[in-house]
T-cell receptor
Framework: NAGVMQNPRHLVRRRGQEARLRCSPMKGHSHVYWYRQLPEEGLKFMVYLQKENIIDESGMPKERFSAEFPKEGPSILRIQQVVRGDSAAYFC????????????FGDGTRLSIL | GESVGLHLPTLSVQEGDNSIINCAYSNSASDYFIWYKQESGKGPQFIIDIRSNMDKRQGQRVTVLLNKTVKHLSLQIAATQPGDSAVYFCAENRGAGNMLTFGGGTRLMVKP
């Protein structure tokens, strides 16, 4: 399966801990996007990255959230000092180029905060 | 606009009938639109896309119509099957950057 791979599928954290979500884009895709989805809602854009660069982080909360897409390895969405409101499904998407191309999504990481 | 977390609107159709799912968008600068299907516990699955220089595009059993005058997008599914049951989202690229802005979604339920 050469699709977008996200892990873990489910992640449980206690308040104050750190959450690290990983995303490997489709083969040949160099553009990665992170979205957050609350139950019964559409996805909300968080950040857009290319290799080693953050292109658009206009949807990222100003504190505690960060993202990277290193030269080697998966893209990482990192949430520090998690709070209950961070509970959501986090989806990663990738595209071959950034301009008017379909974004293909992984099956997400469901983050639960105790 | 922003979803307020209300229950999703639901479209219930009989197997074999045609389904039409509608979406309104607000930004006249949007130049690219995508329909996604999301099944429970999974990520959005690409169905079909359309650019703003077109008003209709067809795929296998699906057709997307774009009316830029009234900022309206629709997805038509022919001969709806039980496997089509899912939540359907429209998404738009507003022309500034590559982020997608998603609509609130419609739940399609297919009765056998």
């Amino acid at each position: 399966n050469a699709g977008v791979m996200q892990n873990p599928r489910h992640l449980v954290r206690r308040r104050g801990q750190e959450a690290r979500l990983r995303c490997s884009p489709m083969k040949g895709h160099s553009h990665v996007y992170w979205y957050r989805q609350l139950p019964e809602e559409g996805l909300k854009f968080m950040v857009y990255l290319q290799k080693e660069n953050i292109i658009d982080e206009s949807g990222m909360p100003k504190e505690r959230f960060s993202a990277e897409f290193p030269k080697e390895g998966p893209s990482i969405l990192r949430i520090q000092q998690v709070v209950r409101g961070d509970s959501a499904a986090y989806f990663c998407a990738s595209s071959p180029t950034g301009t008017n191309q379909p974004q293909h999504f992984g099956d997400g990481t469901r983050l639960s905060i105790l | 606009g922003e979803s307020v977390g209300l229950h999703l609107p639901t479209l219930s159709v009989q197997e074999g009938d045609n389904s039409i799912i509608n979406c309104a968008y607000s930004n006249s600068a949007s130049d690219y639109f995508i329909w996604y299907k999301q099944e429970s516990g999974k990520g959005p699955q690409f169905i079909i896309d359309i650019r703003s220089n077109m008003d209709k595009r067809q795929g296998q059993r699906v057709t997307v119509l774009l009316n830029k005058t009234v900022k309206h997008l629709s997805l038509q599914i022919a001969a709806t099957q039980p496997g089509d049951s899912a939540v359907y989202f429209c998404a738009e690229n507003r022309g500034a950057g590559n982020m997608l802005t998603f609509g609130g979604g419609t739940r399609l339920m297919v009765k056998p």
